[in-house]
């Protein structure tokens, strides 16, 4: 049986919902169709999911999917940019022409798809785009070096985290863009896997406690919210709650959505939903930084 997994037109972290809806009823399918012929815009968080997709759906499927390259020009010239399509034809077949673009230079508003995979590539990660990250949140949303010095442990930290927690690889990208719902330039990091997610990652030290309530939400609260985490070890478990206090100070958005549910803490400018739970199933864990254009540090 074969099934087509629609893209949207524009795919953030709001429409992911509906390609997850669909990638869940992929299940039992022998060949998928990943459509986004349609696909007009995407965002970084797009972009990576993308990819966690194309890998849960290898496994399950012992093959690759399809993948239909935008039909939009300039959409397919940008997904080729931002290094998409480097990383998609490792996990997919795909299908329609795949512009050729130069190597990417030291753009100020984009940093392309990246690998994270063992402990070297965080710190690899890190250094290569930590300067060209201090560029673009100076140049494009007038924040000064004690940000930039932020965004780089953000950056780290969002990776570290597959590494850590997800049992396998996955990817992240920055971009600066304007957020359309408030119209406001920000900049926008996106790290995604397709691992085992946070709630088979902190079950065994975390189920118990929560008893009843133990599920995909709970996990992502304790890992957030409460900053637990599996290792035992003194320190651990400060990741996140330190990216939640690093964009607390400058007005940012986190979220994060990890198997059926989401969880997000959002400042004044972006309204959101704190939790969500009963999503369709999607592996892994997909997280999604925000940091606003000229923003304050909170006193």
């Known amino acids: 049986m074969s099934w087509v997994i629609e893209v949207p037109q524009r795919l953030d972290e709001w429409s992911f919902e509906q390609f997850a809806a669909g990638f869940a009823r992929a299940e039992g399918a022998s060949r998928v169709i990943v459509d986004a012929h349609a696909t007009e815009w995407v965002s970084p968080f797009g972009l990576v999911g993308l990819l966690a997709a194309g890998q849960a759906l290898g496994e399950r499927l012992g093959g690759r999917p399809l993948l239909t390259v935008p039909s939009d020009r300039d959409v397919a010239h940008f997904w080729a940019r931002a290094g998409f399509f480097t990383h998609a034809k490792e996990l997919y077949e795909i299908h329609g022409t795949v512009p050729r673009v130069k190597p990417p230079g030291e753009s100020t508003v984009l940093l392309e798809v990246t690998p994270v995979r063992v402990a070297d590539d965080v710190h690899a990660v890190v250094s290569h ?3 060209r990250s201090a560029a673009i949140l100076t140049a494009e949303l007038g924040l000064d070096a004690k940000a930039t010095l932020g965004f780089g442990m953000a950056l ?3 990776c570290q985290n597959i590494v850590e927690h997800a049992g396998t690889g996955g990817w992240v990208a920055v971009h600066a ?3 359309r719902r408030v119209a406001k330039r920000v900049v926008v990091i996106a790290v995604a896997d397709a691992g085992v997610g946070f709630r088979h990652t902190l079950e065994q030290s975390q189920a118990k406690r929560f008893g009843d309530r133990w599920g995909d939400a709970a996990a992502l ?3 957030l919210i409460q900053g637990v985490s599996r290792f035992r070890d003194p320190g651990r478990g400060q990741g996140l709650a330190g990216i939640r206090r690093y ?4 007005q940012g958005k986190i979220s994060i959505r990890s198997g059926t549910a989401r969880i997000a803490e959002a400042p004044p400018w972006e309204e959101d939903v704190p939790l969500t739970e009963g999503l369709a199933p999607f592996p892994g864990a997909q997280v999604q930084l925000v940091i606003p254009a000229e923003a304050q540090e909170a006193r």
């Not at 964009?247 to 400058?250: C, D």
């Open 177 to 179: 863009y304007t957020w």
């Open 221 to 223: 609260e304790a890992a």
């Open 129 to 131: 785009l930590q300067e």
């Open 247 to 250: 964009l607390g100070r400058w």
């Open 156 to 158: 780290s930290e969002a």
